[in-house]
């Protein structure tokens, strides 16, 4: 693990889960234990509106804790009901966090190599469809991290289980004072909560 990741990583470690969240957790980290006991791979896609803020955090902290607690048949995409850009703003949150990010490309829908750990493939962020050829097709486990994309999807084809475990918008507060907090804030709130699903895992 990269030196000040491993150092945010502890900060998350004391960072507590509510009850009430715990109870939103508890049937991800259900799917995930019967997985892992069926020695099964197992494919979480983390899906919102937009793949532009949301999604992508927790696609790049749920690989990251599958990285942390040794589980290496978890796989994590993200994916949206439509494609945007990633927002500038998650790059350089999760770079301040200790991520090692690298802009692949300069379109309108730029590519960025996301490392976490020197000897690691990088994790591939862009803005893509649920659907896209780059994520699975079937027998993934859809994670649904805003309303919109859960009351906008009754179905997401091709998954075999799925979970609403939602998160406020930081987008709310673009062009705030309190942007850099918030998009702080809700990074490490879904580093925590990751860092919970997969710590129950044995």
């Known amino acids: 693990m990269l030196e000040n990741l491993s150092k945010t990583i502890e900060i998350i470690k004391g960072i507590a889960v509510p009850n009430e969240r715990k109870e939103v957790l508890f049937p991800l980290v259900e799917y995930i234990q019967n997985k892992v006991n069926t020695s099964e791979e197992i494919l979480l896609n983390f899906i919102c509106t937009h793949n532009s803020r949301r999604s992508h955090l927790s696609q790049i902290w749920a690989q990251t804790m599958v990285f942390h607690f040794g589980i290496d048949t ?43 750990d020197n000897n690691q493939q ?53 062009g705030t004072e309190v942007m850099n907090e918030k998009y702080t804030e809700r990074s490490l709130q879904i580093a925590s909560e990751l860092y919970f699903v997969f710590s129950q895992i044995k």
């Open 74 to 116: 978890i796989f994590c995409y993200s994916g949206g009901t439509e494609a945007t850009a990633l927002f500038p703003k998650v790059a350089e949150t999760l770079t301040h966090q200790g991520f090692q990010i690298q802009q692949l490309s300069q379109d309108q829908n730029p590519v960025y190599a996301v490392k976490y």
């Open 122 to 174: 990088p994790i591939i962020g862009f803005s893509k469809t649920y659907f896209d050829d780059f994520n699975p097709k079937s027998n993934f486990a859809a994670i649904m991290t805003c309303s919109n994309a859960d009351e906008g999807c009754p179905m997401v084809f091709g998954a075999e289980a799925r979970f609403p475990i939602k998160y406020e918008d930081p987008k709310a507060f673009d």
